[in-house]
């Protein structure tokens, strides 16, 4: 508006359980040797822990194959103009997602992943979680473009987890019971991640609630302190055990278990009667360390296990969804791998080269800005605090306005308090103080260095909204982007309950110019 006025997947499982079974029949025969496992060039992560003897029993990947013989989907979106879904595949058999056919789709509108497919042929999709004892649901789905990432030299989207988005599988096949070996690894944006509970991917409870410690055996990505942790501030990888965080042996703290941040990392987690282990690394380069390695806790229920074979993504195993991060690829095991196998696999995974998408120069943090707003009434409006309260508003700015209003108007930009792949606004004439949102509307806040802070004051830059400029997704909740309405700054989501979600010339009062600055 202008503001100046108000598959069925059954089927599809059983075909590409054919062809990754056809896959691993191949690689395995002839590749493993008497003396050890040795591995074809082409293989991808699954067919490698095929021929180690640990199989994928779930694989899941927006952004390329797992199987070398894999040429099924990835995952599905659906677009808010007309609520129809669209499957999105792979540029090749054994290659890397289709993204353009996911921007083709979505073009005009917006667009969530509604299911994670299983590469594995077993079914073991992820579909939008249920409500569960700690969080009532369904959870939210994730916004399809909000983590954008290179691979192999091919466009590619990961799974953005923001608070209360989660995936879930509570019906599944061949996933670890009881205290039965398993192992699994995940990539994550290491920079992308809170202290809440518990941005996960593994194996958990079939009902969705806590049932007891050992019922879970799931990677942890983020910096909860709240049961275990590990060297330094965080993040780090433990294992969610349910009821508890483990970094290593203890439950608490566990010097060996490092902070470990890098923008692509690749997390372990394995477990088997009375042993587990915590393994990480760069998925961009080099090898991987072993942060534990050894017994069960020693804490009633925690050995045995009882697995119960569930599968959760970006959730606790009772649905807790405090928590954030980013998910690109991942599977689980039937079996213990061992770490030879698991080094392959990060040599496969370093050799894909996943690579983060460059802030556009514009926005480089230092630089100096100002935001214009591009919907037809307010082409001369620009995005600025006000003097005589908090709030954060639009107002006309031109080259005869006052030294305060212009320094009003501009910001500086920062690496995203909460998210480095994102952006904060620092004000230009109030040290110290960022744009933030509180209520969904934006204010200047001082930043009182707490997480929430952090999350509040970080947008992530896209492609505007409407074609033009940029639009600013908040880093914390996805579907809602900077907008003006009426005026005043919040951020809207495309429909929704508050006032300025409303859908009218919201692709226009998303999208904005980053100008020159006025000051
Ligand atoms: O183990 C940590 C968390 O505790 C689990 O994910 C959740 O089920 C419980 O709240």
Not at 193 to 212: K, L, R, V
Not at 359 to 388: E, N
Not at 488 to 502: E, K
Request: glycine share 12%.
């Amino acid at each position: 508006m202008s503001l100046r006025a108000p598959v069925r997947l059954l089927d599809r499982s059983r075909k590409w359980a054919l062809c990754a079974a056809t896959a691993v029949t191949l690689i395995a025969s002839v590749l493993v040797g008497g003396t050890g496992t040795s591995y074809a060039a082409s293989s991808l992560p699954c067919d490698l822990y095929a021929a180690g003897g640990a199989p994928c029993v779930a694989a899941h990947s927006t952004t390329r194959a797992l199987y070398a013989a894999y040429n099924g989907p990835l995952y599905q979106v659906r677009r808010s103009s007309d609520n129809s879904n669209r499957d999105i595949g792979l540029l090749s058999t054994g290659g890397y997602a289709n993204a353009a056919a996911q921007d083709s789709f979505c073009a005009g509108t917006t667009c969530v992943i509604t299911v994670i497919y299983d590469q594995s042929g077993r079914g073991n999709h992820l579909t939008q979680a249920p409500g569960g004892g700690a969080a009532g649901g369904p959870d939210n789905l994730a916004n399809a473009i909000a983590a954008p990432t290179t691979v192999g030299g091919h466009k590619a989207y990961g799974v953005y987890v923001a608070p209360g988005t989660g995936y879930r599988n509570d019906h599944t096949s061949g996933i670890a019971t009881g205290d039965q070996p398993e192992g699994m690894y995940a990539i994550f944006d290491g920079t992308h991640f809170n202290g809440g509970c518990c941005f996960d991917y593994g194996n958990a409870e079939t009902s969705n609630n806590d049932t007891g410690n050992g019922h879970m055996e799931a990677i942890y990505f983020g910096n909860s302190s709240y049961w275990g942790y590990g060297a330094g501030t965080g993040p780090w990888i433990m294992a969610d055990l349910e009821n508890g965080l483990f970094s290593g042996v203890n439950q608490r703290y566990n010097a060996n278990d490092p902070t470990i941040n890098y923008r692509f990392t690749t997390a372990i987690i394995k477990g088997t009667a009375n042993r587990w282990a915590i393994r990480g690394g760069n998925a961009q380069s080099g090898g991987l360390s072993t942060f534990y390695s050894g017994a069960r806790p020693n804490v009633s229920g925690y050995n045995p296990m009882s697995k119960e074979g569930a599968i959760i993504l970006g959730i606790g195993g009772d649905n807790s969804k405090g928590s954030a991060g980013t998910f690109y690829e991942g599977v689980m095991t039937s079996g213990y791998p061992s770490d030879a196998t698991e080094n392959a696999v990060q040599a496969n995974i370093t050799s894909v080269a996943y690579t983060a998408p460059a802030l556009p120069v514009a926005l480089t943090p230092g630089s100096r800005i100002s935001l214009r707003a591009t919907t037809s009434c307010c082409t001369t409006d620009y995005l600025r605090h006000d003097d005589a309260d908090t709030n954060v508003v639009i107002s006309p700015i031109s080259s005869s306005s006052s030294a305060t209003d212009k320094s009003d108007a501009t910001w500086i930009v920062r690496a995203g308090l909460a998210n480095s792949s994102c952006v904060s606004f620092e004000s230009a004439n109030a040290t110290g103080q960022y744009l933030r949102h509180a209520g969904f509307q934006l204010h200047l806040n001082a930043n009182d260095g707490t997480s929430l802070f952090a999350q509040d004051a970080t947008f992530c830059p896209q492609t505007g909204n409407s074609g033009l400029g940029y639009s600013f997704m908040s880093g914390n909740y996805d579907s809602k982007y900077l907008r003006h309405y009426y005026y005043t700054g919040y951020i809207a989501s495309d429909g929704g309950s508050n006032a300025w979600d409303s859908t009218k010339s919201w692709a226009d009062d998303t999208s904005w110019q980053v100008a020159s600055p006025w000051s």
